[in-house]
């Protein structure tokens, strides 16, 4: 048994993780909402063009400043917001659900099956993300739904893995066999034994890969792969004022710190999460 101490010290940390947990869960949600009623929050149309107030400088009327076509860049940011985040969301969903399908589907049919899937993963894997994604998007013709196609055409492996993975081990636990044993269908036990248990994992896999994937949607739009001009998506933004970084700074400052927020965010909250989840910090919580 445990020692008074120890337990206390435990009990801290989870106490810690519960207020970091709630800390970032409300952040994240507060960039949801930001996104849904991003045309409600906009003091300006993001759209609307006046030259006569081009490259203005920060002010209490403009708080990131306009851009070279007078477009007001606080605006754009925060109409942004929809298209980077819900974009992102998005994509993990689907390579999520692709590589989630494919693993567990390779460890149930085992055999050659499974052999091939994961060595057309394994050849997946062997290239570099981003440089196979920019491949995959340059021969679709770029475009934001074309980046969303080619980051998940590349992104799913990982899935895969942990979901095969996953499912190997629940296939040697007791309660699997009696399943079996029991008359139950393959999709059955799949649906209501199999899911249940692995998707822990993979949900906080998923939660640590938004971050990634809306660095690598922004830096597809950056290249010129991804949202096109003038929609207001953050990576374009950049990639479209990144001319004036000498003279107007703000321009591309604004839409980076955007990012460089977001992706902290979810980060944290994914980090966070798979710490709450931890096996070891439950059982040291019921200690």
Known sequence: ??????VRVQKLRRDTLKARLILFSTLAILLLLVSVFCEQLCPYDPYAQDLSIAKMAPSAEHLFGTDRYGRDMFSRVIAGAKTSIF???LLVAIITVIGT???VFA???GGWTDTILMRISDLFLAFPGLVFA??????LGGGLHNAIIALAAISWPKFARIARSQTLAQKEMPYFRAA???GGSSLKIIVKHVLPNIMGPILVTSMLDIGTMMMELAGLSFLGLGAKPPAAEWGSMISDTRGLLQ???WLTFAPGLAIFVSVMIFNLLGDTVRDYLDPKMRKGARA
Request: avoid cysteine.
């Open 107 to 109: 460890a149930w049919i």
């Open 247 to 249: 003279t107007a700074p």
């Open 101 to 103: 399908i494919v693993g």
């Open 180 to 182: 079996k044993l029991a």
């Open 134 to 139: 920019l491949a995959v998007a340059g021969v």
């Open 1 to 6: 048994m445990k020692n008074e101490p120890t």
């Open 87 to 89: 974009s992102t969301l």
